[in-house]
């Protein structure tokens, strides 16, 4: 039985395992699998020389490490200019040992039934299998993204969303209509396979989660994974959208509040209620003008219509405005606190929320994370092995 996928397989000096593990899979239907020598040294030779010697494998070769987004990438262009027209995608698999031959089996159906979706080899991180620091980096990664980015809709017939379950998994389904989207994002290292998920979670692209068996070996002591600096760089990206938002939304508010408390001083002889009211919706026109403009184009770099999410924003704005006054004059009525520190207090509070929805109602059809390198192979040196 010929399978539907092509197969890529990203390895630094694979041990003995890989060459059992590649035929045991082309035994079984699959006809065409790309693997990617990421600069391995001269001991992991003769396992590539003899993967070039099965019809069925195309092996390429970087000269030196250059990380697994780069093989990724490369071996995706590869695909979409060899084999695109004749699979339905490729299903990437780790060449340790750890994601097994029904595994793969059972993405390569998934590929059929959801052409539209990444699909992902999820593992139970409950299993008392699961070394310590795998179990708690996901986790805890799982919780970040799902605050930070958002929930992933889910390629079922109920389209309901939930938190992405294993942020980490190497083993990925992805069709034809959604593999190119994949080429120019950022990212050399185990970072890609991050935004890889996290361009799913902007462009609402259907994720699919598909069970898979848990297996580590001694510990996942095989693992090229860097703690420190390849976390750095994970979070980095997580991170990226919410810090820029951050950013922005402080100058916007050193801008607002400039004004707020300078009107608030120049209209003392007015009623405390007409006195807030001016002076926040004052304040609020003008920065608001600012923040739209720099969270449009830099922070969430939103593609749509600029009318239709410049109705969104102040929509949302009015809202906030309305929230923020009533709540100061709240509780200067029944304290003692002045309107300046309060509204400083208010404000504060309103500035999550405000995040979350313009990342998910006010700008969410945009949010692209490209990589200064559009140039694929051609700027790398990548040549066929």
Not at 16 to 33: E, N, S
Request: proline share 4%; net charge positive.
């Amino acid at each position: 039985m010929i399978r539907n996928s092509v197969l890529i397989i990203p390895s630094l000096n694979p041990d003995g395992r890989l060459l059992p593990y590649v035929k045991d899979l082309t035994a079984h239907g699959f006809a065409r699998i790309i693997l990617i020598d990421d600069g391995s040294g001269p001991g992991s030779q003769p396992v590539f020389d003899a993967l070039r010697g099965l019809p069925e494998c195309d092996v390429l070769v970087h000269a030196v490490n250059m990380g697994k987004g780069r093989s990724l990438k490369d071996a995706f262009n590869y695909y979409c200019q060899k084999y695109a027209g004749e699979y339905q995608g490729v299903i990437t698999v780790d060449a340790d040992g750890q994601h097994t031959l029904e595994d793969v089996i059972r993405l390569d159906h998934a590929m059929l039934a959801y052409p539209d979706a990444l699909l992902l080899g999820v593992r139970d991180f409950d299993s008392p299998s699961v070394p310590f620091k795998s179990r708690f980096g996901n986790k805890l990664t799982k919780q970040v993204m799902r605050f930070l980015i958002g929930s992933a809709t889910q390629a079922d017939p109920d389209n309901r969303k939930k938190a992405i379950t294993d942020t980490q998994t190497g083993m990925r389904g992805i069709g034809n209509r959604i593999l190119k989207s994949y080429l120019t994002l950022a990212g050399e290292r185990f970072e890609y396979e991050t935004n890889m998920l996290i361009e799913a979670l902007h462009t609402h692209t259907p994720v699919k989660e598909i069970g898979i068996q848990t297996v580590y070996i001694d510990e996942n002591s095989g693992t090229h994974f860097r703690p420190l600096a390849d976390s750095a760089a994970i979070y980095r990206q997580i991170f990226s959208t919410f810090f820029k938002y951050t950013l922005a939304s402080l100058s916007s508010f050193l801008i607002d509040y400039g004004i707020y408390s300078l009107l608030i001083l120049l209209l003392q002889v007015m009623p405390l209620a007409a006195r807030i009211w001016i002076a926040a919706a004052a304040a609020r026109i003008l920065s608001s003008l600012y923040n739209y403009a720099v969270n449009r184009n830099i922070v969430f770099k939103s593609c749509p219509d600029q009318a239709h999410t410049m109705e969104k924003y102040y929509i949302l704005c009015m809202v906030q405005i309305c929230c923020s006054v009533q709540l100061v004059w709240l509780v200067c009525r029944y304290t003692s606190f002045s309107e300046v520190p309060v509204k400083l207090f208010v404000d504060m509070l309103l500035f999550f929320a405000s995040y979350s929805i313009q990342k998910n109602w006010v700008f969410r059809t945009g949010i692209r994370i490209r990589s200064r390198d559009t140039q694929g192979v051609q700027k790398h040196g990548l040549r066929e092995g």
